[in-house]
C-alpha cells in the first residue's frame, strides 16, 4: 500500500521553537507539497519542490522553511514557532506531471498547536 | 488573481442526490480534482476531469465546463458515510510541477 508519511499527528510547541515537520513518502514521486489547512480557508500552499534540492514557494510562505536533501523525504521547519502557525499542516506528494489522473495522494497531517 | 468558489456547507437526506458546485478563475488550467475527506483524515482522490463534459464513477459523477469554469460533483443514493468535506482543486500552472489550488471545501451533511 502506497503512503505518505507525516511523522507526527498532533504536536504542541512554544512560541519561538524551530519546529520541525517531516514527511517521507514511498512512492518514488518527484513532487512534493507542504499545505496547511485552517477552517473556512481550505487548504494553502506554503512550498513545494519537484525534485530533490529543489524547492519553491507557494502562496503563504512567510515564517517558514523547507529541505529536501533526499527524493523521499521532504521537511518543513518553522523557524520561531508564532501562535498563528497553529493549524494542520498536510504533505502530499504526486508525479512529475501532476499524476496525471489522481494529482496528489497526502499524509494523515499534523495537528500543530502553538502555545 | 486565482480563484476557486464552493459553497461552505450543504445538508441531504440519506438516499438522495446532492451536486456540490465549484467555480474557478485562475491563471491557466491543466486539470480539475475533487477529493473527499472525513474529519480528522488526509483527503483521498474521487475524480478527475480536465476535457468538457461527465466523468462517472459508481454512484459519484464529476462535470466540467472550461468555457464557463464551472463544475460539480454529483452523489448518489446518498449513505451516512458520504458526510465529510468535498474539496475542488484546480491544476492551474505547469503539468511538469502538478501545483494544486483548492477551494475551501464543502461540508455535506447526510441525515437519516
Known amino acids: 500500500d502506497v503512503k505518505v508519511t507525516q511523522s507526527s499527528r498532533y504536536l504542541v510547541k512554544r512560541t519561538g521553537e524551530k519546529v520541525f515537520l517531516e514527511c517521507v513518502q514511498d512512492?518514488?514521486?518527484?513532487?512534493m507539497f507542504w499545505y496547511r489547512q485552517d477552517p473556512g480557508l481550505g487548504l494553502r500552499l506554503i512550498y513545494f519542490?519537484?525534485?530533490?534540492?529543489?524547492?519553491e514557494k507557494g502562496d503563504i510562505p512567510e515564517g517558514y522553511s523547507v529541505s529536501r536533501e533526499k527524493k523521499e523525504r521532504f521537511s518543513l521547519i518553522l523557524e520561531s514557532a508564532s501562535t498563528n502557525q497553529t493549524s494542520m499542516y498536510l504533505c502530499a506528494s504526486s508525479l512529475r506531471g501532476g499524476g496525471f489522473n489522481y494529482g496528489y495522494t497526502f499524509g494523515s497531517g499534523t495537528r500543530l498547536t502553538v502555545v | 488573481g486565482q480563484n476557486i468558489d464552493q459553497p461552505t456547507e450543504m445538508t441531504a437526506t440519506e438516499g438522495a442526490i446532492v451536486q456540490i458546485n465549484c467555480t474557478y478563475q485562475?491563471?491557466?488550467?491543466?486539470?480539475l480534482f475533487w477529493y473527499q475527506q472525513h474529519a480528522g483524515e488526509a483527503p483521498t482522490f474521487l475524480s478527475y476531469?480536465?476535457?468538457?463534459g461527465l466523468e462517472e464513477k459508481g454512484r459519484f459523477s464529476s462535470f466540467l465546463s472550461r468555457s464557463k469554469g464551472y463544475s460539480y460533483l454529483l452523489l448518489k443514493e446518498l449513505q451516512m458515510k458520504d458526510s465529510a468535506s468535498y474539496l475542488c482543486?484546480?491544476?492551474?500552472?505547469?503539468?511538469?510541477?502538478?501545483?494544486?489550488?483548492f477551494g475551501q471545501g464543502t461540508t455535506l451533511q447526510v441525515k437519516p
Open positions: 512512492m518514488d514521486h518527484e513532487n
Open positions: 482543486a484546480v491544476r492551474a500552472g505547469s503539468s511538469n510541477t502538478g501545483k494544486l489550488i
Open positions: 485562475t491563471s491557466g488550467f491543466n486539470g
Open positions: 519542490s519537484y525534485d530533490v534540492k529543489m524547492k
Open positions: 476531469n480536465v476535457l468538457d
